[in-house]
């Protein structure tokens, strides 16, 4: 497969679960864009710009990879970046339904968009940000989870929010 993919989320933050997506993506297509939603209803931890810069971070070398905002509807977003796929991970069962349903939505909004399920390297099967967060904010280890840096982040900002 060749053109663009779109890889949405809220990545709040991210995680080696996702690195892990994207990188498997990028074998399957030229360019994969990551796209940061807003999610304002998530009431996310890191705000967009601090999201967006961790991205970046963590895929700083690769031109194959670009990272960009977005705060409307994801199709309209996927047509901007001129993609025709949109990528998301599958970790267990419970993922399927809503990923379903979202795929479904979209397919009814953008027929020409199709959507590609990978699924979840087994070690971070039961890897969410929400989790993640939890954990370090009771002084757990999740070190396995997280790029370095992202760890560093996540820390200093916890230390700070107490
Ligand atoms: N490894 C580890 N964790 C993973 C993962 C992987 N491979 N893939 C997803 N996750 C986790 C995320 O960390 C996140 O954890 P959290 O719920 O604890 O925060 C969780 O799975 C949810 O996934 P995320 O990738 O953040 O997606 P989301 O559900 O927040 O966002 C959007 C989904 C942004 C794609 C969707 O809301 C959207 O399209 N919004 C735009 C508006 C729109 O078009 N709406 C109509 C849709 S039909």
Redesign the pocket.
Known sequence: MTGIAVY?????PV?R??I??CERALQMFDHVVIGV?D?LA?EPFFNIEERLDMLRLVFDDNEHISVKPFS????DFARDCGADVIVR?L?AISDFEYEVQ?AG??RSLAPEIETVFLT?AQR?AF?????VREIARLNGDVSEFLHPEILRRLTEKLEASK
């Open positions: 949405p989320g809220t990545f709040d995680t679960g996702h892990d997506i939603a999610s998530k409307g509807l994801l199709i991970g970790r979202l939505m979209n979840a971070y890897v969410s940000s929400s989790l």
